[in-house]
């Protein structure tokens, strides 16, 4: 009786397994390369799942998250207009109108005209926007030590070295991939 194919079990193959069949269907392939890219893949998105979660318990969705991000990124008083946020973020400006409309609402941002330009408008994080911000960034800071508890000092140091040399060359062959790597510099 032949073995059934393990995508036909109900689960995600093991990423040995996966690499495996890779390596059955095609030979040219170099393990150690598909490990460590389908390892990165993996870890994106179960990271991506579990920030997803934890947003999520604070009503927060991930449209969200990035404004409070790049406001907070901008520094004090945590204003830009929408223009800059679209920008920084990739969207379209009606996009970005939906996103701060929704959060204003919410209490999260207020978006007011600039007093020295009457046309131009601001988008500034208010105290409530600041405190879901660090509620957000206290539960990721325990999650993420979670998930690092394992390497030591010396090896989450090699270790962000290494992705960091990664990302620069995607980066820098990729450049329509929208990095930005001025975020980790």
């Not at 030979?27 to 799942?49: C, F, H, T, W, Y």
């Not at 879901?132 to 270790?159: C, H, I, P």
């Not at 992705?163 to 975020?183: F, I, K, M, N």
């Amino acid at each position: 009786m032949s073995e059934q194919p393990l995508l036909d079990r109900g689960r995600e193959p093991t990423l040995d397994e996966q690499i495996a069949i890779y390596q059955r269907e095609y030979g040219d392939l170099d393990p150690q390369v598909e490990k460590i890219v389908n390892a990165l893949s993996r870890l994106d998105r179960r990271m991506s799942v579990a920030y997803g979660r934890q947003l999520a318990t604070l009503g927060l969705n991930q449209a969200e998250w990035e404004v409070l991000k790049e406001l907070v990124m901008s520094g004090e008083p945590y204003r830009l207009g929408p223009g800059a946020l679209a920008k920084r973020l990739g969207l379209t400006p009606a996009a970005m109108t939906h996103r701060v409309d929704r959060m204003a609402g919410a209490g999260l941002v207020t978006r007011e005209r600039d007093e020295n330009n009457r046309v131009r408008v601001i988008v500034e994080l208010t105290d409530e926007g600041r405190e879901k911000w660090l509620q957000v960034m206290r539960m990721a800071s325990a999650f993420e030590e979670d998930l690092l508890q394992d390497l030591s000092s010396e090896e989450r140091g090699t270790l962000g070295e290494l992705l960091t040399r990664l990302l620069r060359r995607v980066e820098d062959t990729q450049p329509d991939a929208d990095g930005r790597l001025s975020d980790l510099d």
